[in-house]
């Protein structure tokens, strides 16, 4: 829609509120430098610029004609680093790598296993949160809505899929309101920080030798403690503010506008918020359960790629700096990107795990080792459409009476 301002015309629709979709476009032209003058001819730095940087041009050409381009861009950068992977015989998984599959299936059926059991810890996490939040769900509901949220964050472009379809179940077969729903999903997602520094930080407590003799991963240390000291912050705001909450003997949040008043009128946001969030850590139990939970969780996921490792015959990794390696990977699968971060994982994992052992050639499994943890969320995402599918549906019965 077009808009006049002092005599001149200005475009308010899609090329206002795309200019994000120009990134890509500039990488361009740095990748075309990085291919031709920096790398090494024939470096794999060199044919991943090249690759990325040919994914690159239908999303720049959609771009030019002036229509939106991100989610071209996203998927033709997913395609090129999936061509790189394939073009490169140190990546490109092989039939030997499938054969070990098949010859060690009892360790990649533990592994499958679990990485099913992060669901677990998951649920419990999200319903301890929830009762303590006065909403009336079991266990086995609160795993089938994290099982169905599953499915919709693996099946569905973005991540937050399934964190939309978890407040709108809430709200539908729990009785919640809207606000408390995205305030205890929004701190469950949040908990589930803590607990991945603290892996972390687990692994270079454990492997600090292997850390100081790598410069790359010794110069992540100050971003790490600046992370950690957020984190600390986090719990212990949730701390004092479960405590006062508990002190004060108040009962759940205020869930629509003016339900409570003040001397100056109606609450104000920043406290309504502050009480939905700290309602739902009222428990003394409930903050370290959940912290406990969510650790318990990001420690499957390790544990399960360690299966994979061992089935593929990783060679020169000790199990414990998989604690370093794994979250670290999939911190890099998760960055804007790819959809799905797919290529952007396998890339990642291959090049940890072939520096945590130089020399030993883990590369490709390493991109097999990401191709298998795909393949068991994906096991468990076809579960959660399952639960969606056959689950409850309709209104809620008597859930949650005290939020309304």
Excluded at 71 to 93: K, M, S, T, Y
Aim: glycine share 12%; charged share 15%; net charge positive.
């Amino acid at each position: 829609m077009d808009s006049s301002v002092g005599g001149k015309t200005r475009n308010s629709g899609a090329a206002a509120i795309s200019r994000r979709e120009w990134i890509p476009v500039a990488l361009i032209p740095l990748l075309a430098l990085v291919h031709f003058f920096i790398a090494p001819p024939g470096a794999a730095l060199s044919r991943l610029s090249l690759f990325v940087g040919l994914a690159l041009l239908p999303g720049t050409l959609w771009r030019l004609l002036g229509k939106s381009s991100w989610n071209i861009h996203r998927i033709c950068f997913a395609l090129g680093l999936v061509l790189f992977v394939l073009d490169n015989p140190e990546l490109r998984p092989d039939r030997e790598s499938w054969n070990k599959i098949l010859s060690h299936w009892p360790l990649v059926s533990l592994g499958f296993l679990i990485s099913f059991s992060q669901s677990l810890w998951g649920s419990l996490r999200t319903h301890r949160l929830l009762t303590d939040a006065h909403t009336r769900i079991s266990q086995y509901e609160s795993l089938k809505l994290c099982l169905s949220g599953s499915f919709f964050n693996i099946f569905l472009p973005g991540s937050t899929g399934g964190d939309a379809y978890r407040v709108y179940a809430l709200t539908r077969d729990h009785g919640m309101r809207l606000a408390p729903a995205i305030a205890s999903l929004t701190l469950d997602r949040f908990l589930g920080l803590p607990s991945l520094i603290l892996v972390v930080l687990l692994g270079m407590l454990l492997d600090h030798g292997f850390i100081s003799g790598n410069r790359l991963l010794a110069g992540l240390i100050p971003f790490l403690a600046a992370a950690a000291a957020v984190c600390a912050a986090l719990v212990c705001y949730l701390a004092i503010a479960g405590r006062t909450h508990r002190k004060n003997g108040a009962g759940p949040a205020p869930a629509g506008d003016g339900e409570e008043k003040t001397p100056g009128g109606a609450i104000g946001w920043p406290r309504r918020i502050h009480r939905m969030i700290a309602t739902n850590v009222t428990r003394r139990a409930t903050l370290p359960l959940t912290l406990f939970h969510g650790f318990l969780s990001h420690a499957a996921c390790v544990a399960a790629c360690l299966c994979f490792g061992l089935a593929l015959g990783v060679e020169g990794v000790p199990p414990l700096r998989y604690f370093l390696i794994v979250p670290m990977a999939l911190t890099i699968n998760a960055l804007p990107g790819a959809p799905g971060g797919v290529g952007q994982g396998e890339l990642a994992m291959a090049t940890l795990l072939d520096m945590a052992a130089p020399g030993a050639g883990n590369a490709q499994a390493g991109v097999m080792v990401m191709l298998l943890l795909r393949l068991s969320n994906m096991a468990i995402g076809l579960a959660g459409g399952a639960c969606y599918a056959f689950g409850r549906r309709g209104g809620a019965k008597g859930g949650a009476g005290t939020w309304r």
